[in-house]
């Protein structure tokens, strides 16, 4: 039985000897078992397409891009317009390539005005190529520019062709309406 002291003597000083010089014992902490989890019975896994359903979604993927290409754009963002310079640009660019553009005169504060956005910019994909499509934020912009427009209330759509406005929808209705009239607008022009 000398063994047992021996060996607690032993375990004593390794334990003195870790107390980074401090004498004295300190007690064992107790040991921890991780404990795993049992496994899951139903998980959800994610698996690329197989061969046999590759080739029907690439061929849907691949006869959709065909028609958006032979169809056009959905939408076409309205290009902004921030200043008296960049107007006289883009009516110059237009008339050099002998284009109307369609000029919303807009306030970021008008209802009607963030409403009819959209559906200008759908209407501008159907006339892509043919005519240009801006939008101008009568609170960016001074108010000389607003003025040489003859901007009286929001939103107006203009038509402006060879440097001129030709013809203005007032959109204080609804939006199918001012589309409509925008529409009829763009085909007195063309």
């Given at each position: 039985m000398a063994t047992a002291p021996a060996h607690a003597a032993a375990v004593t000083a390794g334990q003195a000897a870790l107390s980074n010089g401090r004498v004295g014992t300190r007690p064992t902490p107790p040991r921890l078992g991780f404990v795993s989890k049992p496994p899951v019975r139903w998980a959800a896994i994610s698996l690329p397409p197989g061969p046999r359903r590759a080739a029907p979604a690439a061929a849907a993927a691949k006869e959709r891009i065909m028609e958006e290409e032979e169809e056009g754009p959905a939408w076409v963002e309205l290009e902004p317009i921030a200043g008296e310079q960049q107007l006289d640009r883009a009516l110059a660019e237009a008339q050099q390539l002998d284009l109307p553009i369609v000029l919303l005169w807009m306030a970021s504060w008008c209802r009607k005005c963030i409403y009819l956005k959209p559906k200008l910019e759908k209407l501008a994909a159907e006339y892509h190529p043919?005519?240009?499509?801006?939008?101008?934020?009568?609170?960016?912009?001074?108010?000389?520019?607003?003025?040489?427009?003859?901007?009286?209330?929001?939103?107006?759509?203009?038509?402006?062709?060879?440097?001129?406005?030709?013809?203005?929808?007032?959109?204080?209705?609804?939006s199918w309406l001012v589309i409509d009239d925008v529409r009829k607008m763009i085909e007195q022009e063309e």
């Open positions: 043919r005519v240009r499509f801006y939008c101008i934020d009568v609170n960016a912009v001074p108010q000389k520019l607003v003025n040489r427009a003859g901007v009286t209330k929001m939103p107006s759509i203009q038509l402006w062709s060879d440097s001129q406005k030709q013809a203005e929808v007032i959109g204080g209705h609804k």
